[in-house]
């Protein structure tokens, strides 16, 4: 279990530096699509699946949107890839200040504790992730509805941004 946690972990970082080095929107937004994938992965399997699944769900969600906006303000036809010369520097720097900040953290076999949701399991009726779930959308509920809200005022100012060539806001002068 300690290899796949790695693994994500390392897929988590590569992610991250990906969307830093932001060699073009759609890079980008792949990159942020590894970065939710690792992330949930990696709470799911430290004893949180039922929120690593709803929060996978709402990142796609969330994704869909700025990947249709920045595919839209793409204006470059051939954009740099992640191989280009400045794109690589800008890669190696990043990795390089990772694993120092790593160093430096002092994280590894005595660094910073990890805690798993059903920690003291025995003692509960309920998983940890199931509970916090319930407790969010019995006292958080108003602030969920808000979160929907905005998302959905998101998606149709992008679908109008969007419309088409002659329409809307990007319309040539």
Do not use: Q
């Amino acid at each position: 279990m300690s290899y796949v946690v790695l693994m994500l972990l390392f897929g988590l970082v590569l992610g991250l530096v990906a969307v830093a080095s932001n060699p073009s929107p759609y890079f980008a937004a792949l990159g942020l699509v590894l970065v939710a994938g690792m992330g949930c992965g990696l709470l799911a399997s430290l004893g949180g699946p039922f929120l690593s699944l709803i929060l996978f769900l709402i990142y796609l969600g969330g994704m869909l949107v700025v990947f249709a906006y920045s595919a839209a303000l793409a204006a470059e036809p051939y954009p740099d890839s992640w191989l280009s010369g400045p794109v690589v520097l800008g890669i190696l720097t990043y990795l390089a200040g990772a694993i120092l900040a790593s160093i430096g953290l002092n994280v590894g076999r005595h660094g910073l504790p990890c805690v798993t949701v059903d920690e003291g399991g025995e003692f509960a009726s309920l998983r940890g992730d199931v509970g916090g779930m319930a407790l969010m959308y019995s006292e958080g509920g108003g602030l969920l509805l808000l979160g929907a809200l905005v998302l959905l005022i998101t998606l149709f100012v992008v679908l109008e941004v969007t419309r088409g060539p002659g329409v809307g806001t990007l319309r040539a002068v």
